[in-house]
Each structure stands twice: as C-alpha cells, then as structure tokens.
C-alpha cells in the first residue's frame, strides 16, 4: 500500500493536533510561579500600582498576622494602596514552589526597605515569610490567589 506524502504527514500530525486541541478554558498550562513573582515583584518595586493590581484575582485572599483581607477591592485599599508607596525594594529567597495546570506557588522568606511614612521617621527594614498561591483566571491567565506574610517586626535603619 501506498502512502502519499500528504498524508503521511498528516497522518503523523494528527496526534500532535490531538494534544494541542484541547477546549479553551477547560484547562491551563501550568504556569512558573518564579516568573509570575519576578513580574509582581518588579511591578511593586517600580510602584506600577495599576500594574501590580492588574495581577489580583477577583477573590484574592491576604493575611498578614491578625490582618485578612478579602477580594480584590479590600486587597487593593488594605495592602497595596496602603502600603506599596511605603515598602521597597522587595526581594525573596524561595524554599518551596510547586507547579501545575491548576496552582502554582513559592514560598521562602522575603525582605524590604520600609520607607518613612511622614516626615522625621526613621527609615527601617523588614523580613519574614512569604506565601504566594496562583490560578489560572477564566481568561487563561494566572492571578495571585492568596497572599499570606508573617514578618518580623520592623527594625530601624541606621
């Protein structure tokens, strides 16, 4: 029997367009929670507010010690509004991270700069650890989940 080029590659073809073809929204590639951070990140230290919240999911979650915020909305005035303006230079030293189509994480410990709020306050530091949980939004792309910190006091800079 005799096969035409045409259609040997197109019978070679067929699985791979089976795989790739799978139904919009059912299912997300899983993403690389070191990239989706990284991208925060820089947006929260270049304070690109519009940028940072653009990465909220509607029904994001922080907690922070007896703080917890709910939804986009309270996030966004509780944390981000409030605090971005006066935290920089966030960096983090990732321990754990995991990935699927599903969620992706890392967790580790971070540090910032803790700028003075008004002025004659002391600039300061701060560190602890960090949580930060990923899904995928109807629209395929990931938003931050949940947020959880638990930091150390903050110490004065000298």
């Known amino acids: ?15 791979l367009l089976a ?8 299912t997300a590639t899983a993403a690389n929670a070191a990239d989706l951070d990284r991208e925060f990140i820089m947006a929260w230290n270049n304070k690109d507010l519009e940028k940072t919240l653009g990465f909220l999911a509607d ?17 966004s005035d509780k ?10 230079n966030l960096k983090t030293s990732v321990v754990s991270s995991e990935s699927s189509d599903k969620l992706t994480y890392e967790a580790g410990t971070f540090s910032v700069d803790v700028l ?30 949940y947020a959880q910190l638990e930091d150390l006091p903050v110490q004065r800079r000298n």
């Open 19 to 26: 795989a790739c073809s799978k139904s919009a929204g059912t």
């Open 59 to 75: 029904d994001v979650q922080f907690l922070q010690g007896n703080a917890h915020f709910s939804g986009k909305a309270e996030v």
């Open 79 to 88: 944390w981000v509004r409030a605090t971005q303006s006066s935290i920089s």
């Open 116 to 145: 003075p709020v008004a002025a004659g306050q002391p600039a300061g530091y701060g560190e602890g650890n960090f949580l930060l949980l990923w899904k995928p939004a109807a629209d395929g792309t990931w938003k931050l989940s």
């Open 1 to 15: 029997m005799r096969i035409s080029l045409a259609r040997f590659v197109l019978l070679g073809a067929l699985p």
